[in-house]
């Protein structure tokens, strides 16, 4: 349980090869790990080589890099999480805000991304997707789905970045070819940042 307030973090939090853990906070805005005075790592939290984790309820706010990265994870679900970087959009922001990569069974569900200077809720390399009932703003891309297979992105509010909600392959990955992508019923407005 992250407890309500500001926890000032200097270092990437990591879990690595750990199943069915709930990391859950009091609240989206009243549990807050704040990582403004960051010296040691580059994520806010690193999730690698797990099973069954579920992030809920808490904010990552201002990591030097990436706000949450998970890799090599099955089974990771995000449910009312933010990521955002507190100063505006700049290009010295950390670039993902929520990163799942060469992950299977994701779900992110009701959460917020603001202010990464790549993507706001980036999944890569992954498989059984599915993104709903999110807000990306002041991001460079707002969502991304690259590399990836059986993909659902829905009932999202996507608006004020430069680009709104991206799918495509990349060369030269370990995932070759994504397929099976279904973008729908998605707000997505003034991506013209």
Known sequence: IIPEGISKIKGTLSLEGKENVSIIGIGIDKSILSYSDQEDGAEGLR???CKNITLKDFSVRNSKGDGIKT???HGIYFYN???EWT????STNGAYGFY???????MIDSCIAIGASDAGIYVGQSQNIVVKNSEAYHNVAGIEIENSVYADVFNNYVHNNTG???VFDLPDLEVKSGHSV????????????
Do not use: A, H
């Not at 100063?87 to 700049?90: I, Q």
């Open 164 to 166: 709104g909600i991206l």
């Open 87 to 90: 100063y505006g959009p700049k």
């Open 100 to 106: 799942p990569v060469q992950c299977s069974s994701v």
């Open 81 to 83: 999480v933010k990521v």
């Open 182 to 193: 279904r973008v729908f019923n998605n707000k997505v407005i003034e991506n013209n940042i």
């Open 47 to 49: 999730i690698t080589n």
């Open 71 to 73: 890799q090599d994870t």
